[in-house]
């Protein structure tokens, strides 16, 4: 079965530094993988996703996410960080035989020092 | 719709009563999903629909939950003889068609404590 780990269940960082969050994911296949961000009193927002083809994913604010497949991983960094980034960041997997499942890591708490 | 609405935004309740928790996906959305997001944990699957089926009910917890979505829009999320264990936000997703790789469009949840 898939699974969704998400070592750091906080991360603070000062404004304008740069952000790395990590995910790592257990799946037998090529997941699909996802970053959603969930601000308070917000819904859950896709940040990127990736499928297949190129393995660096641009996404919405500025934020990038790169698959590396020999580590499982899926990290979610921004170049740089602005104080309106704090929020709890969840990293997902979908599986090609679960068409409509998403796995969740337990999230990230984002904070920002000013 | 311009996106997934959920009502209420809150819901206190007391132990044993019933309730009812209502989500509006996006229009021309056939796939629908509740899960659960307690304290501290990412959201946890409950129920798939396609169109006005359960598709796969295999995350609800047991036979206190149950949801229905009769016209294959809106959905409703019944919970009888409430536990304090069931205080959780309760979160609804729609996708386009429900394939793994579609983006699920997220509600702002319903943040439900049983007394």
């Known amino acids: 079965a898939q699974s969704v780990t998400q070592p750091d269940i906080h991360i603070t960082v000062s404004e304008g530094a740069s952000l790395e969050l990590r995910c790592n994911y257990s799946y037998g296949a090529t997941p699909y993988l996802f970053w959603y961000v969930q601000s308070p009193g917000q819904g859950l927002q896709l940040l990127l996703k990736y499928f297949s083809g190129d393995t660096l994913v641009q996404g919405i604010k500025g934020f990038e996410a790169e698959f590396k497949r020999s580590q499982s991983s899926f990290n979610l960094r921004k170049p740089s960080v602005h104080w309106s980034d704090a929020a709890e960041y969840f990293c997902?997997?979908?599986?090609?035989?679960?068409?409509?499942?998403?796995?969740w890591g337990a999230g990230t708490k984002l904070i920002i020092k000013p | 719709g311009a996106g997934v609405s959920q009502t209420p935004s809150n819901k206190v309740t007391e132990k044993g009563k019933y309730v009812e928790l209502r989500c509006d996906p996006i229009?021309?959305?056939?796939?629908l999903y509740w899960y659960r997001q307690s304290l501290g944990q990412g959201p946890e699957f409950l129920i798939y629909?396609?169109?006005?089926?359960?598709?796969?009910d295999s995350g609800l917890p047991n036979d206190r939950f149950f949801a229905v979505r009769p016209e294959g829009s809106v959905s409703t999320l019944k919970i009888q003889r409430t536990e304090r264990g069931d205080s959780a936000v309760y979160l609804c997703?729609?996708?386009?068609?429900?394939?793994?790789?579609?983006?699920?469009?997220f509600g702002p949840g319903t943040r439900l404590l049983v007394l």
């Open positions: 629909f396609q169109g006005t089926g359960a598709a796969d």
């Open positions: 997703a729609s996708s386009l068609t429900g394939t793994a790789q579609e983006t699920q469009y």
């Open positions: 229009s021309g959305h056939t796939a």
């Open positions: 997902a997997v979908g599986a090609w035989d679960s068409n409509y499942q998403l796995i």
